[in-house]
């Protein structure tokens, strides 16, 4: 599989604060490629320099190993942030615009297949600004799938909307993802990403702290659940120890990640010598979310 | 280029702010022009004669160049307004963000807006000289239409300094309001320097400033002989540039402002 995307030691600066530091990725043909980290953590930013429209204090990106030429980003639909289009314009008058700018050969077709496809052809004549969310966010993938590019990059594709409007772009975007297409989508969704993604990168504060497989990233540590009388000198005993941490902290019990060689057994013994009796030990199924509160905490 | 031409028509064939504006332009330069005709008419006519300049018909060929492209200049500041309306309207939907996005450079994006500015400037001196033409035709006797029609493309190139100054204003500030705002305040601010220039003798300096030599493209048509005469009265004769070296002055300008324009979209994030 050829790289579609390569960034190297990418860094970006706003006064005194580090948005971005040091982010050496890499995309292969096909792949969907998950950025996430909690707000602030330089996945818009990293997703605007791969875009063109912020510049990087250092560092070095290329798409289809062709560096940073802004030809480059003709075969790349993108939506970032928010759907920008002119409000006084309709859908097709829109999506025009862009057709032109992206070359694309007989757009009246491509226009027509891509409004279907997002169940706008109905609205095709009404103007964006009387379009809702939903609709919006449906008419900017449209768009980034105007010119039929080889890759689609999706800031946080379902932010502002209903359920069903989340229902119906993880549809379409898994529908996507079926023809073979290389995605880079960033977003809160951790639940959506599982579904989707085949590598994952995890950033923090603009670090990159995770990059991998979705097996890779999961299959670090083992999670428990464990419940106990005094949870307060549960924790004392983790913090004590460098093979167990806390991911999370549900009411009357404790969510634990432990190094992959300690059994449940194991476990149960350390609290066991310090005197305390859990009252309850299971084995957590691990799920991206779980994974990701541990990389972050 | 007809490609940018093509996307930047696009974007502009529906903007109601752009129609408004072009047909008050339309609908109101032609009774300005004649309302001022009418009271140069009026008034000038006799002080002039005591001026010792004589019989001036400013709607008959060859004057009526002269004078269409002075009076039409007061039409450049509503004009402008329009070049600054696109502008910010490109940062208000972040469109200009999403051009790029979608595969523009950002020099495509400012040679775009440099063709904006361009069909203004041509659409507007098409209609001053249709203007003159129609009141020369109504008032001469001869036909002598080419004889001062220069005037029209140091008109034209008036237009696209005003017009190249409201984009520089916009791509600064980037907010429509505020960039009409301080648009029409740099005219208001410029003239006070420069009564505060000429009240300390420093005229030449005053010369040099942009708005000024802009204006000075299309002087009030008999200025010179007026200035003549009072020379010839007191022997103190206001400061003005050649009229070559004020066409340089401006197209320095007008290039100065793409260019910063350009820099500045270049240097900051989208």
Redesign the interface.
């Given at each position: 599989m050829s790289k579609v995307l390569t960034t190297q030691h990418l860094r970006k600066e706003y006064k005194d604060t580090v948005a971005l530091e040091d982010l050496s990725i890499s995309v292969e043909e096909g792949q969907i490629f998950g950025l996430l980290g909690p707000n602030g953590s330089g996945k818009t930013t990293t997703l605007?320099i791969l875009?063109?429209?912020?510049?990087p204090k250092q560092g070095t990106f290329s798409w289809f190993g062709n560096g940073q030429k802004?030809?480059n980003?003709?075969n790349i639909g993108?939506l970032?942030e928010?759907p920008?289009?002119?409000?006084?314009?309709n859908a097709v008058?829109n999506l025009?615009?862009?057709a032109?700018?992206?070359?694309v050969p007989n757009s009246e077709e491509a226009i027509e297949r891509v409004l279907r496809r997002v169940n706008l052809w109905e609205r095709k004549m009404s103007k964006f600004k009387t379009f809702s969310l939903g609709m919006k966010q449906r008419l900017a993938l449209a768009?980034s799938m105007l010119a039929d590019p080889d890759v689609l990059v999706l800031d946080e594709p379902t932010n502002g909307l209903d359920p069903q409007g989340i229902a119906e772009m993880r549809s379409l975007i898994m529908d996507i993802a079926k023809e073979g297409k290389t995605i880079i989508i960033a977003s809160h969704l951790l639940d959506e990403i599982e579904k989707m993604c085949t590598h994952v990168a995890i950033m923090k504060y603009g670090e990159l702290l995770q990059v991998g497989t979705l097996e890779e990233i999961m299959t670090q540590d083992r999670m428990l659940m464990i419940q106990a009388d005094d949870l307060a000198k549960v924790k004392e005993v983790i913090n004590s120890t460098d093979y167990i941490s806390i991911i999370d902290e549900p009411v009357g019990e404790l969510l634990i990640a432990v190094d992959e060689k300690y059994t449940n057994a194991d476990i149960n013994k350390v609290f066991a010598d310090k005197g305390i009796y859990l009252s309850g030990l299971k084995t957590h199924r691990k799920n991206l979310e779980s994974t990701f509160l541990e990389i972050v905490k | 280029m007809k490609?940018l031409l093509?996307?930047e028509f696009?974007?502009l064939k529906?903007?109601?702010a752009l129609r408004v504006i072009l047909l008050v332009y339309i609908g109101l330069s032609p009774l300005v022009v004649y309302a001022l005709y009418s009271f140069f008419d009026t008034f000038m006519g006799p002080m002039l004669k005591i001026a010792g300049i004589g019989e001036w018909n400013p709607f008959a060929f060859p004057d009526v160049w002269a004078f269409v492209t002075y009076s039409s200049s007061f039409f450049n500041v509503l004009m402008g307004v329009i070049v600054v309306i696109v502008m910010t309207?490109e940062y208000n939907?972040?469109?200009l963000?999403?051009?790029?996005?979608?595969?523009?450079?950002l020099k495509?994006v400012i040679l775009g807006k440099f063709f904006v500015v361009f069909f203004l400037s041509t659409i507007v001196t098409l209609y001053t000289f249709i203007m003159g033409l129609v009141y020369g035709l109504l008032n001469s006797e001869s036909a002598d239409v080419w004889n001062g029609i220069s005037n029209i493309p140091v008109y034209y190139l008036q237009t696209l300094c005003y017009f190249s100054f409201a984009f520089f204003f916009a791509t600064l500030v980037k907010r429509t309001a505020l960039s009409i705002i301080f648009f029409i305040l740099s005219f208001i601010v410029e003239t006070i320097i420069g009564g505060i220039l000429a009240i300390s003798k420093l005229e030449m300096i005053y010369a040099f400033f942009p708005l000024n030599s802009f204006s000075k493209l299309t002087p009030f048509p008999i200025l010179k002989e007026m200035v003549k005469a009072a020379q010839e009265r007191s022997g103190n004769v206001p400061f003005m540039l050649d009229n070559w070296v004020n066409i340089l002055v401006c197209i320095f300008y007008m290039v100065l402002f793409f260019l910063i324009s350009l820099w500045v979209i270049k240097?900051?994030?989208?």
């Open positions: 605007g875009l063109g429209v912020i510049k802004d030809e980003r003709k993108a970032l928010t920008n289009f002119y409000p006084y314009l008058d025009k615009i862009v032109k700018i992206k070359d768009s | 490609k093509a996307i696009a974007k529906k903007l109601n309207n939907y972040k469109t963000k999403q051009n790029v996005i979608d595969g523009m450079s495509q240097r900051r994030d989208l």
